[in-house]
């Protein structure tokens, strides 16, 4: 599904990354393991087509991801960040929705069919109670959580994950974490990086 190609980037003159070379297969759960200052963050820019490579390629299911425009990719990959506040009070179910953004036009408002997979999601979740709360007043933990609906609610064939856990207690840790291996059973391809070599072996609910 993804190769990453004698993949050469960084920033500036220097390239961090040097010849790299992976490829995953659908519904595969990879997790990079590494310390700080390694590459692991420039790594995940460069699949998400946010640092371009000075050599080498990263194509999905055939294309390269380069050469996407933004909506396609936002169609294709969903990516959850370490850390996220957002600069307006939005409820956690509109933050979600704003997952369904690439499958709409431009002066489009959701209808019924997005805001279901947003419940879905939210229920699955485990977080469907927090629905209606506003999203800044939430704690770091309960953020992540909605940052992680909100990925999902775009239906990506994967899902890139920086560090996701990592403001979760270990109860959210566990339940976080079985979920997106359960999702990658059905075929959703999976790349998370983090410091905890514990997190490759949760299991599936």
Same mark, same amino acid.
């Given at each position: ?75 294709? @990959? /969903? ?13 956690? !179910?509109?933050? #979600? $929705?704003?997952? +369904? ?25 485990? @977080? /469907? ?13 309960? !953020?992540?959580? #909605? $940052?992680?609906? +909100? ?55």
């Amino acid at each position: 599904m993804l190769v990453v190609s004698h993949l050469y980037a960084g920033y500036g003159q220097e390239d961090i990354l040097q010849d790299i070379y992976f490829k995953t297969k659908k519904g595969e759960f990879i997790c990079i393991l590494g310390a700080n200052g390694c590459g692991k963050t420039t790594l995940l820019k460069s699949i998400l087509g946010m640092i371009k490579p000075s050599s080498g390629k990263v194509t999905l299911m055939g294309d390269d991801i380069h050469k996407m425009d933004v909506k396609t990719l936002a169609q294709k @990959i /969903a990516y959850i960040p370490q850390a996220h506040v957002p600069p307006f009070p939005f409820k956690v !179910r509109d933050v #979600v $929705l704003m997952g +369904r953004t690439p499958y709409l036009g431009y002066f489009a408002a959701p209808q019924s069919q997005d805001k279901n997979i947003v419940d879905r999601i939210l229920d699955m979740l485990g @977080i /469907a109670w927090m629905a209606d709360r506003t999203y800044t007043k939430l704690s770091g933990g309960q !953020r992540q959580m #909605v $940052l992680i609906a +909100r990925a999902l609610a775009q239906e990506p064939a994967l899902l890139i994950m920086d560090e996701p856990a990592a403001s979760l207690d270990f109860g959210n840790q566990y339940n976080m974490l079985s979920r997106v291996i359960n999702l990658s059973e059905e075929g959703m391809g999976v790349i998370m990086v983090t410091h905890d070599p514990d997190h490759a072996y949760i299991p599936k609910l």
